[in-house]
């Protein structure tokens, strides 16, 4: 069984038009002064070290806005969870990846998973499920493992 390895997409102070957004949706739809992260976990089956290693900068991130994290890191500590598209759906990201690397690598038995990691810092567990439960289309996503 191969090995999946997480790759974790952040972007940099000043990029972060996501957070932003979704801060200022809190606070007026939910009524929460909170400030999230969004951070992008691509889940990748069936490359190896070297090969992800050159990758990381051209595929998964543009180095110059992105910050890029191999291994969970402080947010295991801070509520957060996960939201990925239900199987089936059409996984746009996901699919972008794998035709990057069929290019470049010229490898086209990669699996690819694509999840939005939602890290918020402030929240209680009650705000977290509200929050979750506002963001949730349950038609086309489901919460992330």
Do not use: W
Not at 8 to 16: P, T, Y
């Amino acid at each position: 069984m191969e090995l999946i390895r997480n790759v974790f997409v952040e972007k940099r102070l000043g990029f972060q038009q996501d957070a932003e957004a979704l801060k200022n949706e809190l606070n007026e739809m939910l009524g929460f002064n909170l400030s999230p992260r969004v951070l992008h976990l691509y889940q990748v089956r069936g490359l190896q070290n070297e090969q992800l290693n050159a990758l990381k900068n051209t595929v998964f991130s543009d180095p110059q806005i992105d910050v890029v994290h191999e291994e969970p890191f402080s947010f295991l500590d801070e509520p957060h969870f996960l939201l990925e598209l239900l199987p089936g759906q059409y996984d746009q990201r996901a699919e972008a990846v794998k035709e990057c690397i069929l290019l470049t690598l010229g490898l086209s038995d990669i699996e690819v998973r694509y999840k939005t990691l939602y890290v918020i810092p402030e929240a209680t567990s009650e705000m977290l499920v509200e929050i979750r439960n506002y963001l949730l289309n349950p038609v086309e996503m489901r919460e992330g493992m």
